[in-house]
């Protein structure tokens, strides 16, 4: 089992930066594929970015491609989405995700594991 817990969201303007963390518990980090979400009010979970068990493959959804960047740490157990160039439309709780497997990491609806979301507001 993996217990994650991010931190880093907060209130930006529009154009800024921000760099979320995901703090993972467990001895077995680095042999899970790690993803962000995000959701914004009224709207359903999607999926941000994902990262492969060793960090050399990465996937973005299309909205983000250019601008956000994940990657891990495996000797700190720690998975990182640094987030360029923001937007309004940006502003969503985005949540940390494990999978066994890459596409268990990019997809909601299998297995795998969340944390507890961190707010990030983009101001226009």
């Known amino acids: 089992q993996v217990q994650l817990v991010e931190s880093g969201g907060g209130l930006v303007q529009a154009g800024g930066s921000l760099r979320l963390s995901c703090a993972a518990s467990?001895?077995?980090?680095?042999?899970?594929?790690m993803g962000w979400f995000r959701q914004a009010p009224g709207k359903e979970r999607e999926f941000v970015a994902a990262?492969?068990?060793?960090?050399?493959?990465?996937y973005y959804a299309d909205s983000v491609k250019g601008r956000f960047t994940i990657s891990r740490d495996n000797a700190e157990n720690t998975v990182a989405l640094q987030m360029n160039s923001l937007k309004a439309e940006d502003t969503a709780v985005y949540y940390c995700r494990a999978g066994r497997t890459i596409a268990a990491a990019r997809t909601a609806s299998e297995y795998g594991y969340w944390g507890q979301g961190t707010q990030v507001t983009v101001s226009s």
């Open positions: 467990g001895r077995t980090f680095s042999t899970y594929a």
């Open positions: 990262i492969s068990w060793s960090g050399g493959s990465t």
